[in-house]
């Protein structure tokens, strides 16, 4: 979990745009941040940490990496140039990921898109870097 001291070090978010700052994962976050600088234009959070009531309330994945601060929800950009810098830039930080990440776009009435920094709790298997949905 984020101390007071890791929160202090992003340099691309302040600790109001996140709900639950101190239940964030200190790594996800010092990737985040990279991401961030990287692309170049603002991570609107929609979602990070979840309680298991909250995350079961909005139909999240049982063991999603939201219960553990590894995951957080962008809002997407309504802008063509702004949503490609913005992959631009976690493309270029998946290097830097310190783990297999996890991206899903999802496309629908309210599209974001969802990144989530694997841990050693997930097994060694292969995982999906990247995944569309598209709800009606």
């Not at 553990?68 to 809002?75: C, S």
């Not at 990144?115 to 569309?132: Q, R």
């Amino acid at each position: 979990m984020a101390t007071e001291a890791d929160l202090a070090r992003l340099r691309h978010f302040r600790v109001s745009e996140f709900r639950a700052p101190e239940r964030m994962d200190a790594l996800f976050l010092t990737w985040l941040d990279a991401a961030r600088e990287m692309a170049g234009v603002p991570f609107v959070i929609t979602s990070d940490w979840r309680s298991p009531v909250e995350n079961a309330a909005v139909g999240g994945y049982e063991r999603s990496l939201h219960l553990r601060g590894r995951a957080v929800d962008l809002r997407w950009p309504a802008s063509r140039i702004t949503a490609f810098k913005l992959l631009r830039g976690i493309v270029l930080a998946a290097r830097l990921a310190p783990a297999p990440l996890q991206l899903e776009l999802e496309i629908g009435a309210q599209p974001h898109l969802h990144l989530g920094l694997y841990d050693e709790t997930d097994g060694k298997g292969e995982h999906e870097m990247f995944v569309v949905h598209r709800t009606l």
